[in-house]
């Protein structure tokens, strides 16, 4: 599976956008981009995931660029509960996770 | 997601000792994963079953044991327990025909082993 590269940590203001950025500059052509987010000790929770286009759902949007080599997760209005780990990656059929951002939304 | 449970939820064993910990799922998938997590790092793969009859191991398996006993249920077993197999387990399950291999989690097992 491709690697990604994610910053380890970011803070975001309460009700503003959190973009989140991941490089995935070795990425297949059949692999997708997933994000997943893990608040505290509870099990990961998928967000969304995309192939080419941008994605968007009723949690956040994605933005993967034409070359796919990076992408974004945009959370529009950031509130307490999503302080988590953000976890993004790219794969065909086995998902590996990398350590992730951990996202500290401040009052 | 109430739709994969695991059992149970915290356990304290001894080392030495064997020990089960179960998956059961309802969401009609084929595939299902046990991975483990230590603090402050990322999931790592145990093992992975795409269907009843495939079982394949992750990149940790050493130590460990599976058995997919039917569509629905996974366990994971420690043969012999030790300290460093003290972790937060999770099982998942997946789809891969939803364009992708969207995978849902149990809430996790945390297993503490003297």
């Known amino acids: 599976d491709a690697k990604t590269t994610q910053p380890p940590s970011m803070d975001c203001a309460e009700g503003r956008a959190a973009n989140l950025p991941c490089n995935h500059s070795?990425?297949?052509?059949?692999?997708?981009v997933y994000w997943y987010r893990q608040i505290h000790s509870q099990g990961p929770q998928y967000i969304i995931h995309g192939l080419k286009n941008n994605e968007t759902n009723e949690m956040a949007s994605l933005i993967i660029t034409e070359d796919r080599k990076s992408s974004t997760l945009i959370l529009p209005h950031a509130t307490l509960r999503d302080t988590a780990v953000y976890y993004c990656?790219?794969?065909?059929?086995?998902?590996?996770f990398g350590i992730g951002t951990k996202l500290q939304v401040i009052p | 997601d109430a739709d994969v449970t695991q059992t149970p939820r915290n356990r304290i064993t001894k080392t030495g000792k064997r020990i089960m910990l179960e998956c059961s799922q309802t969401k009609g998938h084929d595939r299902m994963y046990w991975y483990r997590q230590d603090p402050g790092l990322g999931l790592r793969l145990i093992y992975y079953?795409?269907?009843?009859?495939?079982?394949n191991k992750g990149e940790i398996s050493d130590g460990y044991s599976v058995s997919r006993q039917a569509q629905a249920k996974f366990s994971l077993s420690l043969e012999s327990a030790i300290p460093n197999q003290t972790a937060l387990y999770f099982c998942a399950t997946s789809d891969f025909w939803q364009a992708g291999d969207t995978q849902y989690f149990g809430p996790g097992t945390r297993l503490t082993v003297l």
């Open positions: 990656i790219v794969s065909y059929q086995k998902v590996t």
């Open positions: 079953s795409f269907d009843v009859k495939d079982i």
């Open positions: 070795t990425i297949s052509g059949n692999e997708y």
